[in-house]
């Protein structure tokens, strides 16, 4: 059984739900959930957030984060997934925000560096993920929701 089956399996059985606000995984950790038989019954709401506006204006992340630390920040995963609980309600809520190349990064903040952050019973655990910048872009995206799928893991 795949990770994504997993956790549908974990969701259904305890009556959960789930929500997603994205940026480098440009929807496809959501793509993810979905392909499993019921998600329905706990998908509430996925979005692909990639710019600071929509970030800001959706899910309500500070302009002062966005400006101090960044949209490749911890701060900046942490702000997604509580603006995400605030708009859905869902008992859990994952973000991704990062660089998946392949421009773009700076020696601060590379290409190939992710922040996934998952929000669940009030508790927000933030995950750094860091891959090697000369990974293909398609394949980075694939490895960061990857990533993010064994964070909500982990968390459940």
Same mark, same amino acid.
């Given at each position: #059984?795949?990770?994504?089956?997993?956790? *549908?399996?974990?969701?259904?059985?305890?009556?959960?739900?789930?929500?997603? =606000?994205?940026?480098?995984? *440009?929807?496809?950790?959501?793509?993810?959930? %979905?392909?499993?038989?019921?998600?329905?019954? !706990?998908? %509430?709401?996925?979005? $692909?957030? !990639?710019?600071?506006?929509?970030?800001?204006?959706?899910?309500?992340?500070?302009? !002062?984060?966005?400006?101090?630390?960044?949209? $490749?920040?911890?701060?900046?995963?942490?702000?997604?997934?509580?603006?995400?609980?605030?708009?859905? @309600?869902?008992?859990?809520?994952? =973000?991704?925000?990062?660089?998946? @190349?392949? *421009?773009? @990064?700076?020696?601060?903040?590379?290409? *190939?560096?992710?922040?996934?952050?998952?929000?669940?019973?009030?508790?927000? %655990?933030?995950?750094?993920?860091?891959?090697?910048?000369?990974?293909?872009?398609?394949? #980075?995206?694939?490895?960061? =929701?990857?990533? =993010?799928?064994?964070?909500?893991?982990?968390?459940?």
């Amino acid at each position: #059984m795949n990770l994504e089956d997993e956790i *549908g399996r974990f969701l259904i059985d305890n009556k959960l739900t789930i929500s997603t =606000a994205e940026s480098c995984t *440009g929807g496809l950790l959501s793509s993810k959930l %979905t392909d499993v038989p019921g998600s329905s019954n !706990y998908i %509430t709401y996925n979005v $692909v957030t !990639y710019s600071n506006d929509i970030k800001n204006k959706i899910l309500n992340v500070t302009e !002062y984060t966005l400006e101090n630390f960044g949209a $490749v920040s911890p701060e900046c995963a942490r702000e997604m997934v509580q603006g995400l609980k605030a708009i859905t @309600g869902s008992d859990i809520c994952v =973000a991704t925000t990062g660089i998946a @190349g392949p *421009g773009g @990064g700076t020696p601060q903040k590379p290409v *190939g560096l992710c922040y996934a952050a998952v929000l669940y019973k009030d508790a927000t %655990t933030v995950e750094r993920i860091l891959l090697p910048p000369n990974t293909l872009r398609k394949q #980075m995206k694939e490895l960061f =929701a990857q990533q =993010a799928l064994k964070l909500i893991q982990k968390v459940l």
